[in-house]
């Protein structure tokens, strides 16, 4: 399968954030059709009641519940929900690292793994609980806090 236009990866990666609830509509929109929009999503899984904004995200988000994985790595046979997925992970087998940390020169196979890591030199952390204002450098603390996992030792309250 050839390697994706620029635009087509462009696209994926807007659905990505999307999908994680993160994306604004894009930076051409204005800011009073941004603070209007970006709440508005009427597209529901009948699975997990997950909200959207554009169907064809919750056509692909759908895919996590059948496990559907259309994309399949032609070296090892993972397969993904997303080809901007797949392409990702085929740099786990060539070898390449094209993001890398501008503090200490660490390469990395995802940009995402560059920022978490980056935060280990800035000192951020971004993720704050409610509850008790404890803030961590990655989402995923955060989450095991407050699902109660680390409530004991992390949490003050």
Not at 2 to 27: A, H
Not at 38 to 49: G, K, Q
Not at 56 to 71: A, D, N, V, W
Request: proline letters at 4%; aromatic letters at 6%; one cysteine or more.
């Amino acid at each position: 399968e050839d390697d994706p236009e620029p635009l087509q990866i462009k696209e994926e990666q807007e659905e990505e954030l999307e999908d994680e609830g993160r994306d604004c509509g894009g930076v051409n929109r204005k800011k009073t059709q941004h603070a209007d929009e970006s709440t508005d999503r009427p597209y529901t899984c009948s699975v997990c009641n997950k909200n959207f904004r554009i169907k064809s995200i919750l056509t692909r988000h759908m895919k996590t519940h059948t496990g559907e994985k259309p994309y399949s790595c032609s070296v090892c046979g993972k397969s993904f929900i997303q080809r901007s997925y797949l392409h990702t992970h085929m740099n786990s087998h060539s070898g390449q690292k094209p993001h890398t940390c501008s503090f200490c020169g660490r390469g990395f196979t995802q940009v995402g793994n560059m920022n978490a890591h980056i935060r280990i030199h800035t000192g951020e952390k971004p993720h704050s609980c409610t509850d008790c204002g404890k803030s961590f450098r990655e989402k995923a603390d955060l989450i095991n806090k407050t699902n109660n996992v680390l409530v004991s030792i992390l949490c003050p309250r």
